[in-house]
C-alpha cells in the first residue's frame, strides 16, 4: 500500500510523457474498475447485513423461550398459574409473562387478517420467558413442567434457530468469497488492459530499453496509469454504490430481509476501503505484467 | 573498451558468425563492413547486449555482459551511444524531446541551452519541435546522432547510418562522427558504403574490419 501511495504522490508527468496514450484501453480500465467497485459494494453490504443479522438472530434468539400450553379450557388457568409457579421459582430466568388475547391477535394478524375472533378459538396459552446471562437449564425444566402441568411444552427455540444463523452466516461468507472473486476479476482485468498496452507499445519499450531506460523506470510508466485509473473508477463506483445501497428502503419499513441491505453507522467506513484496495490491485497486477513482458526484451 | 572474444552468434541452427575476436581500444575509429546478411547488424546488436552471442564472451569496460543484471546493461547503454539503422524515435514526442531521452530516463537534469547547442551541431535547432515522421531523412540520421551523443557515452557505433542519405549528407553526418572520434570517443560504424570509407580515411586512422565467410578480417590496403 505505501509502494502504490508513493506511486501516486511522485511527480509521473515525465514517465507518462514518453509513453503514449493508450487509447480505449484508458475508459475501458476506469469502467470496469467503476463497474467492480460498484458491485463490491453490494457484496459487502451483503456481508455485512448478513453478519448483523446473524448476531441479532443469534443473540435474541439463544435468549428467549416459549411454553405452549396445551389444555382443556376448563384445565387452561390451573395449569397457566401452574407453570408460572414454576418459573419463578427456576433459576436462569430474568422474565417471563404469559401472553394476553391482544399479543395473540397480534401474532396471528398476519395470517389471518385484523378481525379473528381469538376468544372463539381453542388456541393454546403462550408464556414468552427470558433467560439470564447464565442461561437455565432447560432439561430440568422440561421435568418439572411436565410433573406440574402436563400441557405445557418447552420451546427454547433450538430446532429453528441453528438453521436461520447458519444460513445468515454462509450468506455472509458468500457474500466475502464474492469481494474475493470481484478483487480477482479486477486483477484479471487489469492485467489483460496493461498486457493489450504494453503490446501495443511494444516499439516504444525497445526504444526506451536501448536508450538506457530501465525495467523499473519503464513499468512504472504503465504502473501508475493503470493504478490511477484503477482508483479512479473504483472511487467513481463505490460512490454510486454507495448511493444506490443509501436509497434502498428502510428495515422496518416492510420488515423484510433484503430491505435490512445496508451499512449501519461506521459501517459507512467499509467501502471506503474499495478504491485503495483496487488501486493495490491494479498495481500489483500492471507491475507484474510488465515486468513479465520487459523480460523478454533485452 | 569493448572486446569481444572467440564469439559466434547462431541462429536457427546455423552459424552467422564465429571466432570473432575484437578489441575498441579507447579513441579508436573503426568501419565494419560486409555483404549484406554477413552479420554487421548483429555484431553491433552484441556489443551494446541487444543480444547475446550463442558461444564466446563480450565485454565492455573488462565486465562481460553476461554477469550483467537488467540494471546494469541499462547504465551501460548510458555509456554507448548507438544510432540505429532506422533510427527509431518516439513519434508522439517532438525531435527535441526524442534527442533528450536518454537523459530522461536516466532521470538526469536537462540544459535547454546545451540541448539546443546540440541541435544546433546536427543542424536540427529549426527541426526542434517538429515530430520525428516530419523529418527528411538525413535530418532523422542527425536527430539519432545528437540523441546518441548527448549522454556523453564513450563508444558511439552506427548502423548504416547513411544508408539512406545522398553523397552530400553522408559526408556531414560523416564529419560529425570524425569531430566525435577527435573529442576522444570511440566509434564504429557498420556500412557497406566503400566510397564512405574512402572519405573517412582521408580524414582520420580508420581500421577496417571485414565480416567475410563468417569471420571479421582486416580488410586490405585498397580501403
Redesign the interface.
Known amino acids: 500500500m505505501r509502494a502504490v501511495l508513493a506511486l501516486i504522490r511522485a511527480d509521473g508527468r515525465?514517465v507518462d510523457?514518453?509513453v503514449?496514450p493508450t487509447g480505449h484501453t484508458a475508459w475501458l480500465t476506469v469502467l470496469s474498475a467503476a463497474a467492480m467497485a460498484f458491485l463490491a459494494v453490494f457484496a459487502l453490504a451483503l456481508a455485512l447485513a448478513t453478519g448483523r443479522l446473524a448476531d441479532r438472530w443469534s443473540d435474541a434468539l439463544a435468549r428467549s423461550a416459549t411454553i405452549r400450553i396445551s389444555a382443556p379450557v376448563d384445565q387452561m388457568p390451573t395449569q397457566t398459574r401452574a407453570v408460572l409457579e414454576v418459573l419463578a421459582t427456576t433459576p436462569g430466568i430474568a422474565d417471563y409473562r404469559a401472553l394476553d388475547e391482544d399479543e395473540m391477535r397480534a401474532l396471528l394478524d398476519p395470517w389471518f387478517g385484523p378481525d379473528l375472533p381469538v376468544e372463539t378459538l381453542p388456541l393454546p396459552q403462550l408464556i414468552a420467558l427470558t433467560e439470564t446471562a447464565e442461561g437455565v437449564d432447560g432439561e430440568g425444566l422440561r421435568l418439572r413442567l411436565a410433573a406440574e402441568a402436563p400441557g405445557a411444552v418447552l420451546d427454547d427455540h433450538t430446532r429453528w434457530r441453528r438453521p436461520l444463523v447458519s444460513a445468515a452466516e454462509r450468506l455472509r461468507f458468500l457474500g466475502l468469497i464474492s469481494l474475493v472473486l470481484i478483487g480477482g476479476a479486477t486483477a484479471g482485468m487489469i492485467t489483460l488492459a496493461a498486457q493489450a498496452a504494453l503490446a501495443a507499445n511494444g516499439?516504444?519499450i525497445?526504444?526506451?530499453?536501448?536508450?538506457?531506460?530501465?525495467?523499473?523506470?519503464i513499468a512504472r510508466a504503465f504502473v501508475r496509469r493503470f493504478t490511477l485509473r484503477g482508483l479512479s473508477g473504483a472511487a467513481l463506483g463505490t460512490v454510486l454504490g454507495m448511493i444506490a445501497v443509501a436509497l434502498l428502503p428502510e428495515a422496518d419499513a416492510a420488515g423484510g430481509f433484503l430491505t435490512g441491505l445496508g451499512f449501519e453507522g461506521a459501517g459507512w467506513l467499509w467501502p471506503m476501503m474499495i478504491p485503495p484496495m483496487a488501486a493495490a490491485v491494479a498495481f500489483a497486477a500492471t507491475r507484474a505484467a510488465a515486468l513479465r513482458m520487459?523480460r523478454g526484451i533485452? | 573498451m569493448i572486446e569481444l572474444q572467440n564469439v559466434a552468434m547462431s541462429y536457427g541452427g546455423g552459424d552467422l558468425f564465429s571466432e570473432i575476436s575484437l578489441k575498441l581500444a579507447p579513441g579508436s575509429f573503426h568501419f565494419l563492413t560486409g555483404p549484406s546478411g554477413a552479420g554487421k547488424t548483429t555484431l553491433l546488436k552484441l556489443c551494446?547486449?541487444?543480444?547475446?552471442p550463442s558461444a564466446g564472451h563480450v565485454s565492455f569496460m573488462g565486465r562481460d555482459v553476461r554477469t550483467m543484471g537488467?540494471?546494469d546493461?541499462?547504465?551501460?547503454?548510458?555509456r554507448i551511444g548507438?544510432v540505429?539503422q532506422d533510427c527509431?524515435?518516439?513519434d508522439?514526442?517532438s525531435v527535441a524531446?526524442n534527442v533528450a531521452?536518454?537523459l530522461?530516463?536516466?532521470?538526469r537534469p536537462l540544459d535547454a541551452r546545451e540541448l539546443m547547442e546540440l541541435l544546433g551541431w546536427v543542424g536540427l535547432k529549426a527541426q526542434a519541435d517538429a515530430l520525428p515522421p516530419q523529418l527528411s531523412g538525413g535530418e532523422r540520421q542527425r536527430a539519432a546522432l545528437a540523441?546518441a551523443v548527448i549522454?556523453s557515452p564513450d563508444v558511439l557505433l552506427a548502423d548504416e547510418p547513411t544508408g539512406n542519405l545522398d553523397w552530400d549528407m553522408s559526408l556531414r553526418l560523416l564529419t560529425l562522427l570524425v569531430e566525435l572520434n577527435r573529442m576522444g570517443k570511440t566509434v564504429l560504424i557498420a556500412t557497406h558504403d566503400l566510397n564512405l570509407i574512402r572519405a573517412a580515411k582521408q580524414q582520420v586512422s580508420a581500421r577496417v574490419l571485414r565480416i567475410a565467410n563468417r569471420r571479421l578480417q582486416l580488410a586490405g590496403a585498397d580501403l
Open positions: 515525465g510523457r514518453v503514449p516499439q516504444v525497445r526504444v526506451l530499453r536501448l536508450v538506457g531506460a530501465r525495467d523499473s523506470y520487459l533485452r | 551494446y547486449a541487444e543480444l547475446m537488467r540494471d546493461i541499462a547504465a551501460l547503454r548510458g548507438v540505429h527509431q524515435f518516439l508522439h514526442l524531446e531521452l536518454p530522461t530516463v536516466a532521470r540523441r549522454m
